[in-house]
């Protein structure tokens, strides 16, 4: 089940059980309770659908490209900013984990035979 559906299975008038015990029962945190969550504002939703065009017709852009990008464009972002709404939408670059296996590769040790 998931955080938002347990955070509305709280019941805040239940004299049983208090807010602290059903938050340990549901498995989530008070913070999340008692704080409303902020809503999004329009510059966010459509920087959002910017980064997802640039992502869509790019793929292989990470965060700092694409910040480039949209700083060409004349949009005031911070890479941070970029990450959080990548990480956000799950844009993840198509060939991220490809450079990894390479340097492992390259860094396996060769047996060396001993002659005698």
Same mark, same amino acid.
């Given at each position: 089940?998931?955080?938002?559906?347990?955070? @509305?299975?709280?019941?805040?008038?239940?004299?049983?059980?208090? !807010?602290?015990?059903?938050?340990?029962?549901? @498995?989530?945190?008070?913070? +999340?309770?008692?704080?409303?969550?902020?809503?999004? $504002? *329009? $510059? *966010?939703?459509?920087?959002?659908?910017? !980064? *997802?065009?640039?992502?869509?017709?790019?793929?292989?852009? +990470?965060?700092?490209?694409?910040?480039?990008?949209?700083?060409?464009?004349?949009?005031?972002? $911070?890479?941070?900013?970029?990450?959080?709404?990548?990480?956000?939408?799950?844009?993840?670059?198509? *060939?991220? @984990?490809?450079?990894?296996?390479?340097?492992?590769?390259?860094?396996?040790? !060769?047996? !060396?035979?001993?002659?005698?």
């Amino acid at each position: 089940m998931s955080t938002p559906d347990r955070r @509305g299975m709280l019941d805040r008038d239940d004299m049983a059980l208090s !807010i602290r015990r059903q938050c340990m029962l549901l @498995g989530i945190a008070r913070s +999340g309770v008692y704080r409303p969550p902020r809503p999004a $504002n *329009d $510059n *966010d939703l459509a920087l959002m659908r910017r !980064i *997802d065009e640039l992502f869509t017709a790019w793929p292989f852009l +990470g965060s700092r490209r694409m910040t480039a990008m949209l700083k060409a464009e004349g949009l005031q972002v $911070n890479r941070k900013r970029v990450q959080r709404f990548m990480r956000k939408m799950a844009s993840r670059r198509w *060939d991220q @984990g490809r450079t990894r296996r390479g340097r492992r590769r390259a860094t396996r040790s !060769i047996p !060396i035979c001993c002659a005698t």
